[in-house]
């Protein structure tokens, strides 16, 4: 069978990239090998945030008297409910991408693909069937073959890294996929890595009343954030009583019948051991790029990720890569921007601009919440920018102190020649929702006038954005 477009993957990349193709008149199928929506939808981003839900609501539970309730008796977690509810949220989802492919006509493939050449993919039985009875596989789907596309979009994701020598086995040594779903709670956890997957588990598991140590290689905990935030994010973490350790690394491990013990070196040439119950290995993911036919085309790669433009396409004209098998940053509204971006370019449309990575927003739902976006303050110096830094603390917010949700703080860099803002980050309550707002400033080219300009309402955790940037220009007005 013939298509306009095959898309290689129905995660957030790959089935939004579908929607688009096929709302621009163009014939178009995906080819998926496990479950509908990826990774993101199935084991990421979704079902991590039903989970931190669940912590969020008992942390509020467990301070009902710093609100005036009384509640009577005690609030614990019921680990196969909370499990139970994240992979119902997840099963929801799923049904509902095959549902947009149907809606939206785009037929969908099961199996394995492999591109035998420019234009033409060959679909193989999958090796990874579906496990889960709530994720049944959609109707009418088309099986193995050979397709040929005019334009093939590679969409595969991404998977977790393994250490040497300390490779998950899903038993003692976790990575996202056993945390997500476990038969228990543990007593006792370490989390190799501080990034935006490790540090989320170490809050959602803290907040179930696991004792957890974190483990971080780098100097500061969730590294690509500004220094300043992620101090205040630690602090935080620290005081709801989680171990985290910094300039350290996990050097071997040692597995018992029911624990494992990590040999740990810390900067100063130390070296501690750690005992626990469990680990999770959160030391980043590398794209899903095997077996897809690459080396023999000669698609060019970059440290397992598929070098491409800024529009997707690679070397091999008619083949493109979005997401993150394309690299970082590996996000999930990145690889739909990137698939829309790819789709429109391939169907002609007029003015596509291609993807701006400096403009593409982090956000880590740990408690408390980081969000970011732009230049972080040491990396504006490192390019040789004059810059101005503004600051607003949650303590001087009307809003944040009636919600009990104090601690936080807004920084904004601004180019102090043009008034460009050059980056935002927050740490705080729902900081992820607001650090939209400085995204879309980015992308209309905002200057700090127009900002101080601007009318934000009141009570609102919002107005500390806006003390932030008149605090780059000395005008705060409530600290």
């Given at each position: 069978?013939?298509?306009?477009?095959?898309?290689?993957?129905?995660?957030?990349?790959?089935?939004?990239?579908?929607?688009?193709?096929?709302?621009?008149?163009?014939?178009t199928a995906i080819v998926e090998r496990e479950h509908m929506g990826g990774i993101c939808l199935?084991?990421?981003?979704?079902?991590?945030?039903?989970?931190?839900?669940?912590?969020?609501?008992?942390?509020?539970?467990?301070?009902?008297?710093?609100?005036?309730?009384?509640?009577?008796?005690?609030?614990?977690?019921?680990?196969?409910?909370?499990?139970?509810?994240?992979?119902?949220?997840?099963?929801?989802?799923?049904?509902?991408?095959?549902?947009?492919?149907?809606?939206?006509?785009?037929?969908?493939?099961?199996?394995?693909?492999?591109?035998?050449?420019?234009?033409?993919?060959?679909?193989?039985?999958?090796?990874?069937?579906?496990?889960?009875?709530?994720?049944?596989?959609?109707?009418?789907?088309?099986?193995?073959?050979?397709?040929?596309?005019?334009?093939?979009?590679?969409?595969?994701?991404?998977?977790?890294?393994?250490?040497?020598?300390?490779?998950?086995?899903?038993?003692?040594?976790?990575?996202?996929?056993?945390?997500?779903?476990?038969?228990?709670?543990?007593?006792?956890?370490?989390?190799?890595?501080?990034?935006?997957?490790?540090?989320?588990?170490?809050?959602?598991?803290?907040?179930?009343?696991?004792?957890?140590?974190?483990?971080?290689?780098?100097?500061?905990?969730?590294?690509?954030?500004?220094?300043?935030?992620?101090?205040?994010?630690?602090?935080?973490?620290?005081?709801?009583?989680?171990?985290?350790?910094?300039?350290?690394?996990?050097?071997?491990?040692?597995?018992?019948?029911?624990?494992?013990?990590?040999?740990?070196?810390?900067?100063?040439?130390?070296?501690?051991?750690?005992?626990?119950?469990?680990?999770?290995?959160?030391?980043?993911?590398?794209?899903?790029?095997?077996?897809?036919?690459?080396?023999?085309?000669?698609?060019?790669?970059?440290?397992?990720?598929?070098?491409?433009?800024?529009?997707?396409?690679?070397?091999?004209?008619?083949?493109?890569?979005?997401?993150?098998?394309?690299?970082?940053?590996?996000?999930?509204?990145?690889?739909?921007?990137?698939?829309?971006?790819?789709?429109?370019?391939?169907?002609?449309?007029?003015?596509?601009?291609?993807?701006?990575?400096?403009?593409?927003?982090?956000?880590?739902?740990?408690?408390?919440?980081?969000?970011?976006?732009?230049?972080?303050?040491?990396?504006?110096?490192?390019?040789?920018?004059?810059?101005?830094?503004?600051?607003?603390?949650?303590?001087?917010?009307?809003?944040?102190?009636?919600?009990?949700?104090?601690?936080?703080?807004?920084?904004?860099?601004?180019?102090?020649?043009?008034?460009?803002?050059?980056?935002?980050?927050?740490?705080?309550?729902?900081?992820?929702?607001?650090?939209?707002?400085?995204?879309?400033?980015?992308?209309?080219?905002?200057?700090?006038?127009?900002?101080?300009?601007?009318?934000?309402?009141?009570?609102?955790?919002?107005?500390?954005?806006?003390?932030?940037?008149?605090?780059?220009?000395?005008?705060?007005?409530?600290?």
């Amino acid at each position: 069978m013939s298509y306009d477009v095959i898309i290689i993957g129905s995660g957030p990349g790959g089935y939004v990239a579908a929607i688009r193709a096929s709302q621009l008149g163009l014939k178009t199928a995906i080819v998926e090998r496990e479950h509908m929506g990826g990774i993101c939808l199935n084991w990421g981003c979704i079902p991590t945030k039903a989970l931190l839900r669940s912590a969020e609501v008992l942390d509020h539970a467990n301070h009902f008297k710093d609100f005036g309730l009384v509640l009577e008796g005690t609030v614990k977690p019921d680990a196969k409910a909370v499990v139970g509810r994240s992979r119902a949220v997840s099963a929801r989802l799923n049904a509902g991408v095959g549902f947009l492919m149907k809606k939206n006509k785009i037929d969908i493939i099961w199996g394995e693909a492999k591109i035998t050449k420019p234009g033409e993919i060959v679909v193989g039985k999958s090796s990874k069937p579906v496990v889960e009875p709530q994720h049944p596989l959609p109707k009418n789907v088309k099986g193995e073959g050979t397709y040929n596309a005019k334009h093939i979009i590679i969409a595969t994701g991404a998977r977790p890294r393994a250490l040497p020598g300390i490779e998950p086995d899903g038993k003692l040594i976790w990575t996202y996929f056993e945390a997500l779903k476990p038969d228990a709670l543990p007593k006792s956890l370490i989390v190799m890595g501080s990034g935006a997957i490790g540090i989320e588990f170490a809050s959602f598991y803290r907040s179930m009343g696991v004792d957890v140590t974190v483990v971080e290689v780098m100097p500061t905990i969730m590294p690509v954030e500004d220094a300043e935030i992620t101090a205040i994010a630690r602090k935080q973490l620290e005081k709801r009583g989680l171990k985290i350790f910094t300039s350290a690394k996990v050097t071997k491990v040692e597995k018992g019948a029911g624990s494992i013990t990590a040999h740990v070196e810390t900067s100063d040439g130390k070296v501690q051991q750690i005992t626990a119950d469990r680990m999770i290995s959160a030391v980043g993911v590398q794209g899903n790029i095997e077996n897809l036919g690459l080396e023999a085309l000669g698609i060019k790669t970059d440290r397992g990720c598929v070098v491409t433009d800024g529009y997707g396409k690679t070397n091999v004209a008619g083949i493109y890569a979005i997401g993150d098998v394309a690299g970082p940053p590996m996000l999930a509204h990145k690889a739909e921007h990137e698939g829309v971006v790819c789709v429109e370019k391939i169907a002609g449309l007029p003015h596509v601009h291609p993807t701006d990575k400096g403009k593409v927003p982090g956000c880590t739902y740990c408690n408390p919440q980081v969000a970011s976006v732009g230049l972080t303050e040491a990396k504006a110096k490192e390019q040789g920018r004059d810059i101005r830094v503004g600051r607003f603390s949650f303590a001087a917010n009307g809003k944040a102190i009636a919600l009990g949700e104090d601690q936080g703080m807004v920084k904004v860099i601004f180019d102090k020649k043009t008034g460009e803002l050059l980056g935002a980050h927050m740490v705080g309550a729902e900081v992820t929702e607001l650090i939209q707002g400085f995204v879309v400033a980015m992308n209309l080219e905002t200057t700090e006038e127009e900002l101080m300009h601007t009318i934000f309402p009141h009570p609102t955790v919002s107005e500390t954005m806006k003390e932030a940037v008149l605090d780059a220009y000395g005008r705060v007005l409530n600290a």
